[in-house]
């Protein structure tokens, strides 16, 4: 039997889980919402409990898993198997590789969502074959992941890619981590629903969520209100377009990569109709200027298995 891994993206919302080959071929997944306020230990039985469901689908069981990696929002500690701070989970110090080790029994590997996704995005999606990239991920928040040489790039202390806490606007509105005008409070998911919910004039996004019985802006929410032409979602979107083109212009000026890849959510259902307005005003502002657009703005081509996957070659990587 070839090498088979099992990868989760955990999200703040939700997480998937996927079993593939080395190849990143999916043989089976299963998904699920995280509940917001659940003790680590539920969610973490939950990610266990499809794990299991995904290997069934595959015909396979977790003793064929030859390592699960995972994807997780926010620092991480490598080496010990810890999420040190998730603030869109509420966790802080949980040990979630050495619990799920000891439930499954296959090595467990930890990164940070955003870097785990864009090394998918490596692996086998748009940045195949490239030694210098950067993944922007918009959901509930945003992150960054940094390829460098090939190779995923942690930093000094494994927390390079925290993209999403980069200062854009001084004086904006209070972020998760607690400080103002991250582009995290500007241009996310959650930013675009808190800044819909205040506009004056009602969104059609409105509307929907409440026909379709939802209580959170989901990306697809966001995609019917651009379709009806809602005015509030198109100038709250045209806003956080262009924090983002910012943000990607301050990367390239940053660290030159051949290749931005911008996923997530909304950019999965939007692809070119959300990343081009991001494209315009990031070559906008680079320094050095890119008439023949050898900078690459692209959105992820791996869809809902960018992270799950990336989580895979990271089990691969690693073991």
């Known amino acids: 039997m070839s090498k088979i891994y099992a990868g989760v993206d955990l999200g703040g919302t939700s997480f998937i889980a996927v079993v593939a080959n080395r190849k990143g071929r999916v043989l089976g997944s299963a998904g699920n919402t995280t509940t917001p306020g659940a003790e680590p230990q539920a969610t973490i039985q939950q990610i266990g409990d499809c794990i299991v469901e995904a290997a069934k689908e595959a015909s396979l069981l977790p003793s064929h898993i030859r390592a699960i990696g995972i994807g997780a929002p926010g620092a991480v500690d490598l080496k ?7 603030p869109n989970l509420g966790w802080s110090d949980v040990p979630l590789a050495s619990t799920l080790r000891k439930r499954l029994g296959p090595d467990v590997v930890l990164g940070n969502d955003v870097q785990v996704a864009i090394l998918g995005e490596h692996a086998y999606g748009a940045a195949r074959g490239t030694k210098r990239a950067v993944g922007i991920w918009v959901g509930t928040g945003i992150g960054g992941g940094l390829i460098a040489r090939g190779r995923i790039d942690r930093g000094f202390r494994g927390a390079a890619g925290e993209i999403g806490h980069m200062l854009i606007k001084e004086d904006g509105p209070v972020c998760s981590c607690g400080r103002r005008g991250c582009v995290e409070a500007l241009a996310s998911r959650t930013a675009i629903e808190r800044d819909v919910r205040a506009s004056e004039t009602e969104s059609a996004a409105l509307r929907i969520m409440k026909e379709r019985n939802k209580d959170r802006m989901t990306s697809s929410v966001i995609e019917r209100a651009l379709k009806e032409n809602d005015p509030v979602m198109t100038e709250v979107m045209a806003r956080a377009q262009h924090y983002l083109g910012l943000l990607a212009g301050n990367v390239v000026n940053l ?23 991001i494209a315009e005003v990031a070559r906008s502002r680079f320094l050095r200027p890119d ?16 992270g799950a996957l990336g989580a895979c070659a990271l089990a691969r990587q690693m073991t």
Request: hydrophobic share 45%.
């Open 80 to 86: 010990r198997g810890i999420v040190v701070r998730a």
């Open 255 to 277: 660290f030159d990569p051949e290749m931005i890849v911008i996923g997530g959510g909304i950019a999965q259902r939007l692809k070119e109709a959300f990343v081009a307005p």
């Open 291 to 306: 008439p023949e657009k050898r900078v690459q703005i692209v959105h992820a081509r791996l869809g809902d298995h960018s």
